[in-house]
């Protein structure tokens, strides 16, 4: 099942690069995380230090 694009802003394009990388980061680190739930597949996310694995059925939607 494909991955939806979400509607692009035209404001976008008015953006600093900066700010559009960090759209684009935090919009693929997304659709990451909503892959693995989708499959089943724990992901890994440092908290206070350490590394903490998470359950696909722990992941928040």
Do not use: C, F, T, Y
Request: charged share 35%; glycine share 4%.
């Amino acid at each position: 099942m494909p991955i939806r694009k979400k509607k692009i802003d035209k404001n976008i394009k008015k953006l600093p690069l900066e700010q559009k990388a960090q759209i684009a980061l935090q919009e693929a680190v997304a659709r990451a995380i909503a892959e693995h739930k989708r499959q089943g597949r724990s992901i890994a996310v440092w908290e206070k230090g350490r590394v903490k694995i998470i359950p696909p059925e722990k992941i928040p939607s």
